[in-house]
């Protein structure tokens, strides 16, 4: 069973190799995706995270694809898109956000499965990882941050953090099942978002494609950066923005997977995310 | 309305951007998660903009780009460099002066780099070849453009006559924007068409009260 009221998180401690599932009943109002990323950023603060989150509709709908990554540039908070399947593999590892904490003394590589991690040194063999099919494999060792061997991030600084924190590498594999609570609903919801293509601001492509997209546009490759904060608290993809900032279908959709949302609670959020972003900066 | 663009031309310099941004993150906007708020400075100033665009809550577009991709093009600014910095992109504003040619490889730069690109126009004539999946299109009504800062007051009736043409001419589900003469004074009538999904707003989003005005008024 899905859980709609808490917001989980994987905190892993880098500098002692440990890792730990934390529930935050506090986060729900965060929504997910920048929300989420940016209270646990400031949860954290003082271990300098690197969060990267899910939101609500990640794995469930189509176009909502992408994976929100917050990362301090220098003391700038920046928020980060990415593209290929990591999205899905962190919702069915059971958790809404990854939190990396501290720096390794070591290079090292994260393998985690659903919600278990093992650190393994930089040499490691990346096709070992994993469960092929439900992983997502994050490579760090070109020093360019690549997901999948295709996507990858629209500027530097989250590859810059990730080196000092000495990580070359991550697979996320994620094997967990959830049923919508009314799948029949779902199911129909589900098609006629599909079916909403023509809504989206991209062509069809034969490049790959983000998680629960059809696409394949190639507009996905290089990510994206921050924009509207509802596309981005339900971490969707900006390219849907037409779709995702109806908030007739938000409200579908997050109703049908059992989130009970209030139209206040969607409201309030611009000024939740600021009000977080001006304390955190 | 869903959005608010600040084309902030040639007018700010970098006082000026940091007094507005002090001003307009004080102000109470009514609260729209699906709004788009969308500043579009001038080249040098789009780093600091884009720095506190969360902060502050808006997005970030450029007021032009180059019309080529690479290279020894002295001056210009491209359409990769800008994707690290906007999702946005205006095209083709009346003010430039630009032939069909050149709005339309524009266009196609930003839709090719994942910018969406607002593409203006002020005839009607051309509307096909620019409408484009993925661009925002906006009317720049060529009768209810200041000139010379006189204001030329145009009857809302006519213009919800021309949105409904250009509507009626382009995709359906196309995003069309009004650009002309926007202020606090005739957004309420704007607002009122339906056809219209944002505004492009000139002068009037130099003052920060203004442009919140406006924003407040028409959600």
Known sequence: MMETKIKKALIIDLASQTSEVKSFSDLNSYVGGIGVGLKLYENYKECDPIVFSVGPLNGFFPFASKTSVIVSDDGVIEDLYVGGNLSLRIKFSGIDAIVLCNKSEENVVIDITNTSVSFKPEDTDFNSLGLPGKRSL?????????????????????????????????????????????????????????????????????????????????????????????????VACHFADKIYSDIGVVFSCLNVLGYDYTHEDLESLPKLIEDTIRRVS | ?????????????????????????????????????????????????????????????????????????????????????VNYCIVGHSERKESLNTVI?????????GIIPIICFVGKKNLTKLDTKGAILCWEDPNNISKGGVYREKNPLEIAKGMKEIKEKVSKGTTVLYGGSINRENIKSLNEIKEIDGVLVGNSSLDPNHFADIINTAI
């Open chain 1, 138 to 234: 994050i490579d760090m060792s070109g020093k360019e941050f690549i997901v999948q061997g295709y996507f990858s991030t629209p500027e530097n600084f989250l590859e810059k953090c990730l080196l000092e924190k000495k990580i070359y590498g991550m697979c996320i594999t994620g094997t967990e099942n959830y049923k919508p609570i009314n799948f029949s609903s779902y199911e129909k919801l589900y098609s006629e978002i599909l079916n909403k293509k023509s809504e989206l601001r991209v062509e069809a492509g034969i490049y790959p494609s983000c998680s629960n997209c059809p696409m394949g546009c190639g507009k996905s490759k290089v990510g994206e950066i921050g924009g509207n904060v509802l596309i981005h608290s339900l």
């Open chain 2, 105 to 113: 490889i524009k266009k196609d730069l930003c839709i090719k780099t």
């Open chain 2, 1 to 85: 309305m869903k959005y608010f663009i600040a084309n902030w031309k040639m007018n700010m310099s970098l006082e000026d951007i940091v007094s507005w941004l002090e001003k307009f993150s004080k102000l109470e906007l009514k609260q729209d998660p699906s709004r788009h708020i969308i500043i579009c400075p001038s080249f040098p100033h789009l780093s600091l903009i884009k720095e506190v665009s969360r902060k502050i809550g808006f997005e970030v577009g450029a007021q032009d780009l180059s019309l080529f991709e690479r290279g020894a093009h002295t001056g210009e600014t491209g359409n990769f460099q800008l994707k690290e910095l």
